[in-house]
């Protein structure tokens, strides 16, 4: 049976390239952490139906103080 | 002397009105924001605030308990593998909403501070994770520090800061260093709320003309132009939207 403690709890497995020495467990995490990124901008974010939304003024954008320091 | 003016020089409402003029009224838990704030990009943010929440009450836990309950009991060891992973996920959502406010480059439109504070709050992050490496109390600890010693010794901060000092390192890292980063990540909140989400660059920056565009009225007709730009662009249309840094 294959268990987190299994996996994490025995020698750590490098690879090496010249200089350049990493554990594979490192590796796999930036990897994840890359396609998990590239997954963020790419995938459609799902939208609020207009109908649940309250009647609340939007947020102004820019601020206030934008808009002053835009002024010419 | 009127109440009035009474009211004016008293700090406590000089510090109240400074402080309502922190965030723009309505901003400061707002249910509605533009379009562009829809992205998963932001989702991250809130995990990465999730996850620091979760590692401070984690963490508290542990610090009653003490720095060596987790090794005799069962739950002290879920406790503090709980800690250790919302660590992991605190900054893996921490990395992705970095990259992505990089890529948008955040600190247009003088959120530079905010940016900071962000980043800034990253690599204390870091500090304070590696003295949570040396409060384990066990031989990975005492490994690490024999190793971080030399580091630290080799530029000069290893009298101050010294990392074979267990009581040392494991006060820095439940005191000062969460303290620290948690200032700054509720000043990042602030600051995010009181300059808004950053605009998409597109959607700010208006494109030039190309310098050989036909021009379709007399000068004399044009807008005046603007100074040279930082980048050599020169006189592109003079547009009050335009609040780069």
Same mark, same amino acid.
């Given at each position: 049976?294959?268990?987190?403690?299994?996996?994490?709890?025995?020698? =750590?497995? !490098?690879?090496?390239?010249? &200089? &350049?020495?990493?554990?594979?467990?490192?590796? &796999?995490?930036?990897?994840?952490?890359?396609?998990? !990124?590239?997954? %963020? &901008?790419?995938?459609? !974010?799902?939208?609020?139906?207009? %109908?649940?939304?309250?009647?609340?003024?939007? =947020?102004?954008?820019?601020?206030?103080?934008?808009?002053?320091?835009a002024?010419p | 002397?009127?109440?009035?003016? /009474?009211?004016?020089?008293?700090?406590?409402?000089? $510090?109240?009105?400074?402080?309502? /003029?922190?965030?723009?009224?309505?901003?400061?838990?707002?249910?509605?924001?533009?379009?562009?704030?829809?992205?998963?990009?932001?989702?991250?943010?809130?995990?990465?605030?999730?996850?620091? $929440?979760?590692?401070?009450?984690?963490?508290?836990?542990?610090?009653?308990?003490?720095?060596?309950?987790?090794?005799?009991?069962?739950?002290?060891?879920?406790?503090?593998?709980?800690? $250790?992973?919302?660590?992991?996920?605190?900054?893996?959502?921490?990395?992705?909403?970095?990259?992505?406010?990089?890529?948008?480059?955040?600190? /247009?439109?003088?959120?530079?501070?905010?940016?900071?504070?962000?980043?800034?709050?990253?690599?204390?992050?870091?500090?304070?994770?590696?003295?949570?490496?040396?409060?384990?109390?066990?031989?990975?600890?005492?490994?690490?520090?024999?190793?971080?010693?030399?580091?630290?010794?080799?530029?000069?901060?290893?009298?101050?800061?010294?990392?074979?000092?267990?009581?040392?390192?494991?006060?820095?890292?439940?005191?000062?260093?969460?303290?620290?980063?948690?200032?700054?990540?509720?000043?990042?909140?602030?600051?995010?709320? /009181?300059?808004?989400?950053?605009?998409?660059?597109?959607?700010e920056l208006p494109a030039a003309p190309p310098l050989?565009a036909?021009l379709r009225e007399p000068v004399a007709q044009r807008e005046p132009l603007a100074p040279a730009q930082?980048?050599?662009r020169a006189g592109t249309p003079a547009r009050p939207d335009r609040v780069t840094?």
């Amino acid at each position: 049976m294959i268990t987190a403690t299994g996996l994490l709890g025995g020698h =750590a497995h !490098f690879l090496h390239w010249g &200089v &350049v020495q990493i554990s594979l467990a490192n590796l &796999v995490v930036i990897l994840l952490m890359l396609l998990v !990124f590239a997954l %963020a &901008v790419l995938v459609p !974010f799902p939208h609020t139906p207009p %109908a649940r939304r309250t009647s609340a003024p939007p =947020a102004p954008a820019p601020t206030g103080e934008e808009a002053r320091d835009a002024q010419p | 002397m009127l109440n009035r003016d /009474r009211q004016q020089g008293s700090w406590t409402v000089g $510090l109240r009105e400074r402080l309502s /003029r922190t965030v723009p009224p309505g901003q400061v838990l707002p249910d509605r924001q533009p379009a562009y704030v829809a992205s998963w990009i932001y989702v991250f943010g809130v995990a990465t605030l999730a996850a620091f $929440l979760w590692i401070i009450a984690s963490g508290t836990v542990l610090v009653l308990k003490g720095a060596t309950w987790w090794h005799t009991s069962s739950i002290g060891h879920f406790v503090n593998s709980t800690h $250790l992973w919302s660590v992991e996920l605190f900054f893996f959502c921490m990395v992705v909403h970095l990259w992505g406010k990089f890529f948008m480059a955040a600190w /247009r439109g003088r959120r530079g501070l905010t940016w900071a504070t962000g980043a800034v709050a990253f690599i204390g992050s870091i500090g304070t994770a590696f003295t949570g490496y040396l409060s384990q109390t066990n031989f990975d600890s005492q490994w690490i520090a024999g190793q971080a010693k030399d580091g630290l010794n080799s530029v000069g901060v290893g009298a101050e800061f010294n990392v074979l000092n267990t009581g040392q390192m494991l006060l820095w890292h439940v005191m000062l260093l969460p303290l620290v980063v948690g200032v700054l990540i509720v000043l990042h909140v602030i600051l995010v709320r /009181r300059h808004g989400v950053v605009p998409p660059i597109d959607a700010e920056l208006p494109a030039a003309p190309p310098l050989d565009a036909p021009l379709r009225e007399p000068v004399a007709q044009r807008e005046p132009l603007a100074p040279a730009q930082p980048d050599g662009r020169a006189g592109t249309p003079a547009r009050p939207d335009r609040v780069t840094t």
